[in-house]
């Protein structure tokens, strides 16, 4: 959703509030798409400071469907956002040409909130999703969920210490 912030660019010290809602319905990366499953409108707060800053604050609640880390069942993961960025208004310099990605957000006169979103949920990402603490995961030879069930598949794992020894016996096996 793009937020027309054309009046408080204009006037100094001026502050809006206004209701948004994202647009968002998925979160894609490198990891893959990852539907939003629930999202809220929150109030996003806008402020002119002296026509050289533009602060932006907001706070939202998203869910996002994320496969568990071990079994890949979906998980319903709660996300609380809390937007509070700063932006120069002022013409950029040479130091200041290094911060030019926080200008991705601004395009003209109109403020993309989905991409404040994005990033915040970006930052926010969980370094490990399971399903339950003590999830039981996926066999490695056949695939079926371990916390449905149990396989067949001999779970024997043989010591990987000893994999030089076991290949010194398996060159001499009799045939």
Not at 19 to 30: G, H, I, N, P
Request: contains cysteine.
């Amino acid at each position: 959703m793009k937020v027309d912030i054309t009046d408080l660019l204009l006037t100094e010290d001026k502050v809006v509030e206004q209701e948004v809602k994202t647009e968002l319905t998925s979160f894609q990366s490198k990891l893959g798409e990852f539907p939003i499953t629930k999202k809220a409108p929150f109030i996003l707060h806008l402020e002119n400071q002296e026509k050289k800053f533009l602060a932006v604050s907001g706070e939202t609640d998203v869910v996002i469907a994320i496969p568990c880390d071990r079994c890949l069942e979906e998980v319903s993961v709660p996300l609380h956002l809390v937007i509070d960025k700063r932006f120069s208004l002022q013409e950029e310099t040479a130091e200041e040409e290094a911060d030019a990605e926080d200008m991705d957000y601004m395009k003209e006169s109109a403020l993309d909130v989905d991409r404040l979103i994005y990033d915040e949920i970006l930052v926010n990402w969980p370094m490990k999703v399971l399903c339950r603490d003590d999830c039981k995961g996926i066999c490695r030879k056949c695939g079926t969920n371990l916390n449905h069930g149990t396989c067949s598949c001999d779970q024997t794992e043989p010591d990987p210490r000893m994999a030089a020894i076991r290949d010194v016996f398996n060159q001499f096996k009799e045939v």
